[in-house]
């Protein structure tokens, strides 16, 4: 089991920034695959980025060039530095682990991006 703890949302105007993290406990020497997830109201949970173990990245279209994902896998954490909002960004803001190919996930943290 993995258990995952999302921090750092909150209201932020358009063109600023906001730095998400996301923190796993239990089996965290399993876990391959970390990554942000982000679900707006009425629309399906999409991809924002993922980060392998090995350090490969992969970005939502929509991230690429503003936000950027990290990860410090000694203290087991995983970032989303988010710049030039939009408000469009606005949405639930999920982690995502994969171990062995389970999934897990956090239980969000809301991101509004005011005009």
């Known amino acids: 089991q993995v258990q995952l703890v999302e921090f750092g949302g909150g209201l932020v105007q358009a063109g600023g920034s906001l730095r998400l993290s996301c923190s796993a406990s239990?089996?965290?020497?399993?876990?391959?695959?970390m990554g942000w997830y982000r679900q707006a109201p009425g629309k399906q949970r999409e991809l924002v980025a993922t980060s392998t173990s090995s350090g490969s990245t992969n970005y939502a279209a929509s991230a690429k060039g503003r936000f950027t994902i990290s990860r410090d896998n000694a203290k087991n954490t995983v970032y989303l530095q988010m710049n030039s909002l939009k408000p469009e960004d606005t949405a639930v803001y999920y982690c995502k682990a994969e171990v062995f190919g389970m999934y897990y996930w956090g239980k969000g943290t809301l991101v509004t991006v005011s005009s």
């Open positions: 239990g089996r965290v020497f399993s876990i391959n695959v």
